[in-house]
């Protein structure tokens, strides 16, 4: 019989029990309930154009990197120039 107790909690898991629940976190990215329960299957993903807005959501509790590491976040993750930056604020 396997132990409850030592199951390991899905980082979507724990990012809809920071944003309130599934059904929460499912409208906060635009999609179904169901959507997200899916991404939690074996053999499924959740589509890393979602990630960055669930590491907004949970305010850092649930990172990109837990939930696509096989998505190379550390380039997104580059620090900005001050050219940039006024590049950016110009537009």
């Given at each position: 019989?396997e132990?409850?107790?030592?199951?390991?909690?899905?980082?979507?898991?724990?990012?809809?029990?920071v944003?309130?629940?599934?059904?929460?976190?499912?409208?906060?990215?635009?999609?179904?309930?169901?959507?997200?329960?899916?991404?939690?299957?074996?053999?499924?993903?959740?589509?890393?154009?979602?990630?960055?807005?669930?590491?907004?959501?949970?305010?850092?509790?649930?990172?990109?990197?837990?939930?696509?590491?096989?998505?190379?976040?550390?380039?997104?993750?580059?620090?900005?120039?001050?050219?940039?930056?006024?590049?950016?604020?110009?537009?």
């Amino acid at each position: 019989m396997e132990d409850s107790s030592a199951r390991i909690e899905h980082p979507l898991e724990r990012a809809a029990r920071v944003v309130g629940s599934q059904v929460a976190l499912a409208a906060a990215l635009g999609v179904t309930k169901a959507a997200v329960g899916q991404w939690k299957d074996p053999g499924r993903r959740v589509p890393a154009e979602h990630c960055p807005q669930i590491e907004r959501l949970t305010a850092g509790a649930v990172r990109c990197e837990e939930l696509r590491p096989d998505v190379q976040w550390g380039v997104l993750r580059e620090p900005t120039t001050a050219a940039t930056e006024g590049a950016r604020d110009a537009a």
